[in-house]
C-alpha cells in the first residue's frame, strides 16, 4: 500500500506544474503507470469547495428576498406570477442549492477528463503519434491543474467580495443580446481565459514529449481537442439556458 501511494500520489507536482512546468510534465508522461488520482482528486475538491460558497450565496441571497426576476415579469399575470415565485421556493432547498450543482461539478471533472483523453489519443494516433493510452491520461490530468488554481481564486473572490463572477472569460467582450447565436458565443468565449490557455501550453508540452510528433501536428491536435471540447460544452451551457427559461413560460402557456 505505501508503496502504491509513493508510486501513483505525486503531491509534489501539483507546485511543480506552477513552478516548472516542463520538467513535471515530462516526468508525468515518462510514467508507465497510472499517476492521474492526485490532479483529480485536487479538482474535485476545488469544485466541491467552489459549489458550495456559491450555494451560499443564493441561500443568503433568497433569505434576503433577493430574487432573479425573467424579462417581462411585470407583465405576467398575477397567477403567472405566483408559479414563478412558487417553483423559485421549489428550487431553493439544500438539493438544488447544493447537491446538483456539486454532482455537475463533480461529473464535469471526471467525464471532462476522459472524454478530453479519448479524443485527444484518438487524434494523435491519426495524426501518426505512438504514444501510450496512459500517457495520455496521466497527461490530461495533470495538466487540468489551471483550472484547480482558477477555482480558487474564484472561492477566495467569492469570500472575499460576497459575490459571484458575472462576466467569466471573454464573454465580457460579448453585447447583450437575446440572439441564440451571441448567447451560444458568449457560452464559448465565457470559457476561454488565461487558466484555459496555461492548460493547452501544458497538454503541447506533454504531447510534444509523448509522441514525437512534428511541432505543428501537436498543436493542431490539441487545439482541436480542446476547441472541440469546449465547444461542446458550450452547446450544453446554451441548451440548459434556454431549457431554464422555457421552465418559466410553458407552465404560463399551457
Known sequence: MRKWM????????????????????????????????????????TA?????ALGNLRQQALSMGEISYPPGFEYYTPEQQAQFMQATQASS????????????????????????????????????GRGTTTATVNLVA???????????IRLLYILVAKKQIVMSGLSGFISASTSQG????????????IYFIWNIILLIIGVDQATKLSRRKVIAGVLITMFAFIGLQALGIFLISLLSDLTVVRPFMF
Not at 451571441?182 to 481565459?193: C, I, K, Q
Open 6 to 45: 509513493i508510486n501513483r500520489l505525486h503531491f509534489d507536482w501539483l507546485l511543480g506544474i506552477v513552478i516548472r512546468p516542463r520538467r513535471t510534465i515530462e516526468a508525468v508522461v515518462s510514467r508507465s503507470e497510472g499517476v492521474w488520482i492526485t490532479p483529480l482528486l485536487c479538482l474535485t475538491l
Open 48 to 52: 466541491v469547495l467552489l459549489s458550495m
Open 93 to 128: 432547498g439544500p438539493i438544488f442549492v447544493y447537491v446538483i450543482p456539486i454532482v455537475g461539478k463533480i461529473s464535469g471533472v471526471w467525464f471532462g477528463w476522459l472524454i478530453i483523453s479519448s479524443i485527444l489519443h484518438l487524434l494523435l494516433t491519426l495524426l501518426g
Open 142 to 152: 495533470w495538466a487540468s491543474i489551471p483550472f484547480a488554481v482558477r477555482d480558487l
Open 182 to 193: 451571441t448567447l451560444y458565443l458568449a457560452a464559448l468565449l465565457a470559457l476561454v481565459d
